[in-house]
């Protein structure tokens, strides 16, 4: 048996954070297994649905390099195939035509629900004569069919859970094919699951009362249902089910925001499943190498924003110079910034100095603007704390030494400040961070001496002489 899984999103809104998990663990589960993932697009309500959200999906899983095998297949291109199964299934007896009314179900639901008790389709139209049925359809009353559901418990067994099963008095004949003849999702999933072959349902759990539903048509098609494994929620921080009021929960989202697509996936991995060696980074490799559903949570794990940024910063520290030059780019023009009119080497080296403060891709432009343009303000308490009479006195002096440096760069700029301070006595913070200001307006950046020697000698000069002959100052 060839293990074939898929991933089927409704393009009725962006890839959220949950399906892209959805995506992550079938995607894992084939690779492991070595099967197939497919991608299917289940389009059935056509109102909703757009190209525009279809496009944003494929886009989400191609950053997120969940690449799929066969698809994307559309669900509205077999509209006509689903209802092909209607005469077989009325054969067996199991389903029916329902002729009532949107407002005669209102009505009579209304009055169950006025006796305080549970309302479920009463089954009025199960036992029609063939005469009625005759009757209703030559007056071409619209209808809907609906599955019989037989006394007794429907149960499978969860790759995940364990046994799940349910009173066959919980569950109503629901319906399949609504009265425009338009399969209703729980047909269609089905339909399509056995078309394509589908050996393990893998989803979230908040699908285990369609789960119980979809049983039911797999037994009156005499088709042996796939294996079913629902995956815990993801939740936010207050263990509520992660939603849009919950922060970003599109995936695209994170792109934009500079997460990196190998820290989001290692990131969502581990929401609900654990590799069972304490480990955190990991590749896709590895993560397809380990992976089984006894490992997977049967409870939900909480989205940690924190957690995610942390990882991310791991997987900016671990890239290479090159890999982020290609990343950071569009990300610099957002901020005004084109990197690629400057001297690459100068900007791979921008870069390297602040990798391993950056949280997100987008951190760079700011962290990094003072190498680029000139500075417009400086931080006004480290003013106040650096730029005071008996350190700048330090500073000038300081500023004369490095005009007599031949070779300026990080292991000399360092000497001559160690010199310095050994030579006077001060502490090295009196000279550091007044120098770190005059040249880049902040407080906290990269190593001081290797962003001097990124600056180079004329531009450092230039910066301390603004600083030391600035009037404001009064030096």
Known sequence: M???????????????????????????FARKNNGKFILRIEDTDVERSSKEMTDIIIESLKWLKLEYDEGPFFQS????????????LEKTGGIYRCFCTHEELEERKNKVIEQKKAWKYDRKCLNLSKEEIEKNLQEKKPYVWRVFIPEGKTYFDDLIHGRIEKDNSEIEDFIIVRSDNTPVYNFAVVIDDYRMEITHVIRGDDHISNTFKQIHIYRLLGVKPPEFAHLPLILDENKAKLSKRSGTVSVLAFRDMGVLPEAFVNFIALIGWSPGDNREILTIDEMIELFSFDRVAKKGGVFDY?????????????SSD??????????????????????????????FSVKEKARYLKDFPYLTEFFFNDIKEYDKKGVEKHFVEEKLKHLKVLKEEL?????????EIERVFKNYVEKTGIKGGDIIHPTRVALSGRTEGPSLFLMMEILGKDEVLKRLTKVLESDILKI
């Open 2 to 28: 060839t293990v074939r899984v898929r991933i089927a999103p409704s393009p009725t809104g962006y890839l959220h954070v949950g399906t892209a998990r959805t995506a992550l663990y079938n995607f894992l």
């Open 77 to 88: 291109d077999y509209f006509s195939h689903y209802i092909d199964h209607i005469p077989e």
């Open 306 to 318: 924190k957690k995610l940024e942390w990882m991310n910063s791991k997987y900016i520290t671990n």
């Open 322 to 351: 090159e890999k982020l030059y290609e990343l950071v780019k569009p990300f610099y023009k957002e901020y005004g910034i084109d990197i690629e009119k400057f001297d690459k080497e100068k900007v791979l080296k921008i870069i």
């Open 403 to 411: 005009k007599n440096l031949d070779d300026f760069s990080e292991h």
